[in-house]
């Protein structure tokens, strides 16, 4: 599921709310049927300027949320390289940040979130600091571990092409206050590549969510949306 809207309108602060970062005012907010009032285990974020210690190796970044946990050295050892090479960076283990690309920081951000092995990992503009080419490249790696590991992921962009291309789901959201006033399903078949950005359907699912941030709808279209999520049992 990914995220969009005006800045401003809370997205960021969404996530840090299902991450139980944050307190939120009313409502509530449900992770396996529990809910949300603090931090919990399986839940994991990935930052959009890497977040890395650069004191760190790629090894030892992508060890900490294990060491937290209190994993054995022993199984750190084992997973560590596991989730280095799915993210493209074997042979960097020795490597500190600032001796990578911001490519290649962020893969590094996003082993060490995903060796955690959360249930939900919540990815907060997590592209938006590298060029162009790079941010096609990352889309297509995070699908293909999404392909290889399926987890479930909330991912907050600015960028409407990124949120059709990577997302089963868009949720639309209004500016202050934030409110969701459109879900768009995205039905485009999987495994998505390069032709998926060419295809008819694509292009129309970018003008769906694009005419919806623009506001494209009548009263009463939050409410809509909102009762839908309810009735498919929630916006994840």
Partial sequence: MTIVGPSGCGKTTLLRCIDGLIPYDEGEILVEGERVTEPREGVAMVFQHFGLFPWKTVF???????SLKGIAEAEIAA?????????????????????LSGGMQQRCGLARALAVQPSILLMDEPFAAVDAQTREILQLELLRIWESRPTTMVFVTHSIPEAVF????????????????????????????VETRESRRYFELVTEV????????????????LERAAAEGGIG
């Fill in 166 to 193: 990577l997302s089963s789901r868009v949720v639309v959201m209004s500016s202050r206050p934030g409110r969701i006033t459109r879900l768009v399903d995205v039905d485009l078949p999987r495994p998505r590549g």
């Fill in 79 to 99: 997973r560590v390289p596991e989730y280095i090479a799915l993210v493209g960076l074997a042979g960097f283990e020795h490597a500190y940040p600032y001796q």
């Fill in 60 to 66: 030892d970044n992508v060890a900490y949320g294990l």
């Fill in 210 to 225: 694009r005419e919806a941030l623009r506001g494209n709808e009548g009263p009463g279209d939050s409410e809509a949306a």
